[in-house]
């Protein structure tokens, strides 16, 4: 692997080090800024059905959201190893994690597939019992279930794609995938071009298709020459002590994206009680603010996979320094985030069908995001990218989680349900917990616990022979 570190600047960070972090980061960016905006015109379509329509997505949505953290969670823990395996150079140790993570995000997915599918109602009554709603509800959760189990393949896939730098590939797959259910959408819900007027029926169709085609394309990559391509028995050659390392460490980061977002659709339970027309402009606010934070989030994911290389070469001093300048750069980049959010993000809400005192409710709600917004990715490169570069996955898991339920989740209820404040106070008043995130994250990173290496004695035998002779 082409050392880079022998040309070095001032700080001591490599010459190349920020068109590194502009290659690897901007496509995830790109990527998740054309799923989102596509899942906001998605919205916009559901949405012109009517805010019962739209609130009834939202909340079949919370399933699949929690799925997807579940998912990722586990595949991000995984990602510690890819990352590091891929800085040490060992393909084989990059293909039985990928193994790994596909087989147990699978397992995963059948347990939400079975809820999702067979107790849609069960489900639902834990956010809503509206009449308009439910019936809406249940479609979409029983219609779209099937992405549960194509998710547990296209997940970790992607997430090795990126982790081994090959972050443009599912840049790729998900512009195409996204695109093609856009289009698909169109056609279901407004019956355009011979097509049924399906509705919110025709839009989990159109996710449906959109997500077993990105599963499929995916599988192809990996069987075509790629960096993740490898024998059969190489993606179950699991030792003991790789489990358990691995478990130890994904158990943390499941965990973590497992309790956020439960405590994420906590906040849906409590702000759904505020009524549909509170919920819908929430719903619309929050599509709009995921167009903009994921130029911020993209951040975390490529600060991972960067120094996951270089701990995996053992050079500890040097990610600690890149670190420091990623978390820089986050800042600015969160705040700007912000600006855009704000301004742009109020003409955005034109698109929606919104009663007017949706609109008002959503335009407040955009500016209490976007005071958070920057405060946000600098927490979310701590946890994502750098504590878990380094395996320091489980402090990550209490401070965020104990942030969002000691703190988030009983703010939610007294400011929704006993106090009753309009949505974007409600929303005002959980945002507090971020604050306190924030410290305790800043200390641990201070404290440099979370900068080890994980992979020292599962590198693969070809690995080690080499590093012998080397020796």
């Given at each position: ?89 060992d ?14 995000s ?10 999702a599918?067979f107790?849609p109602?069960?489900?639902i ?38 982790g ?20 698909l ?36 990559v ?23 390392r ?59 996979i ?41 003409w ?68 929704a349900?006993t ?18 995130e924030a ?33």
């Open positions: 692997m082409q050392d880079i570190n022998k040309l070095r600047n001032d700080s001591g960070i490599p010459k190349g080090f920020y068109k590194k972090l502009v290659k690897i980061a901007l496509p995830i960016a790109v990527q998740g800024i054309i799923s989102s905006s596509l899942g906001l015109i998605d919205n916009i379509m559901v949405g012109s059905l009517g805010e019962e329509a739209l609130a009834a997505v939202g909340i079949a949505m919370q399933i699949f959201f929690v799925q997807y953290l579940f998912v990722f969670g586990f595949v991000s823990g995984c990602g510690t190893f890819v990352a590091q395996f891929y800085g040490a150079g393909k084989k140790g990059v293909h039985k994690t990928l193994g790994f993570a596909i087989t147990v699978l397992l995963i997915g059948l347990i939400f597939f079975v809820a599918f107790f109602e069960k489900v009554s834990l956010y809503t019992d509206d009449i308009s709603v439910v019936p809406l509800a249940r479609t979409y959760m029983r219609t779209g279930s099937w992405t549960i189990l194509f998710l547990g393949f296209s997940i970790p896939i992607e997430a090795s794609l990126r081994t730098q090959q972050t443009t590939l599912p840049l790729y797959v998900s512009s195409f995938v996204f695109s093609l259910n856009t289009i959408n169109y056609f279901l819900i407004y019956g355009k071009f011979g097509f049924p007027h399906l509705g919110v029926y025709g839009a989990a169709i159109a996710t449906v298709i959109a997500r077993f085609l990105e599963m499929f394309i995916l599988l192809i990996i069987r075509k020459g790629n960096y993740l391509t490898g024998k059969l028995t190489e993606y179950f050659d699991w030792s003991k002590i790789f489990l358990r691995v478990l130890n460490n994904a158990k943390s980061t499941t965990g973590n994206e497992l309790f956020w977002s439960l405590g994420q659709t906590v906040y849906v339970a409590a702000f759904a009680r505020l009524g549909v027309t509170a919920y819908a402009s929430f719903q619309a606010a929050n599509n709009i603010n995921n167009v903009f934070i994921f130029a911020g989030y993209s951040l975390g994911d490529a600060t991972l960067i120094l996951g290389e270089y701990l995996g070469r053992r050079e500890n001093e040097l990610a600690e320094k890149i670190a420091k300048k990623v978390l820089k750069i986050g800042t600015i980049i969160g705040i700007i985030s912000a600006f855009g959010l704000y301004f742009i993000g109020r955005m809400l034109q698109l929606f069908e919104l009663t007017a005192l949706g609109r008002i409710y959503s335009e407040r709600l955009l500016l209490v995001m976007a005071i958070i917004m920057a405060i946000k990715v600098y927490c979310t490169i701590l946890v994502i990218g750098i504590l878990r570069a380094g395996g320091d996955t489980k402090f990550a898991m209490f401070a965020e989680c104990g942030a969002v339920w000691l703190i988030g989740v009983p703010l939610a209820f007294f400011g349900l106090l009753q404040l309009p949505i974007y106070l409600a929303y005002a008043l959980i945002g507090s917990y971020n604050i306190v410290a305790i994250l800043t200390q641990r990173f201070i404290s440099k616990k979370w900068n080890k290496t994980m992979i020292v004695g599962l590198e693969s035998e070809d690995i080690k022979l080499n590093e012998n002779t080397l020796s």
